[in-house]
């Protein structure tokens, strides 16, 4: 059975850095591409970035330099750490295991960001 376990975030300032986790368990995904996604209300979710377990990453059109995904396959834990936060980087960030085409059918809970100004 899959477990996805997003954490980290809260409330951070703008300008400011974030990094998010996301703990995984489960022989299926062990070794799986992992991915990052975001949905903002009233809108569709959003691929933001994947790293495979030999650590090619790949980041959506609409993700800047600003982001950075990673992975410790020992420690079975992902990471999204974005720097220079800006207001639109606050919504819920969601963690999945992902295939061709950035497909992605299980989810972790989602994890809150939200950004002051």
């Known amino acids: 059975q899959v477990q996805l376990v997003e954490s980290g975030g809260g409330v951070v300032q703008a300008g400011g850095s974030l990094k998010l986790s996301c703990a995984y368990s489960?022989?299926?995904?062990?070794?799986?591409?992992m991915a990052w996604y975001r949905q903002a209300p009233g809108k569709q979710r959003e691929f933001v970035a994947h790293?495979?377990?030999?650590?090619?990453?790949d980041y959506g059109d609409s993700v800047v330099d600003r982001f950075t995904i990673s992975r410790h396959n020992g420690k079975n834990t992902m990471w999204l750490e974005i720097n220079s936060v800006k207001p639109e980087h606050g919504t819920v960030y969601y963690c999945a295991p992902t295939g061709p085409s950035r497909y992605a059918n299980i989810w972790g809970q989602g994890h809150q960001v939200t950004v002051s100004s």
């Open positions: 489960g022989t299926t995904v062990a070794a799986a591409t």
């Open positions: 790293v495979t377990s030999g650590g090619t990453t």
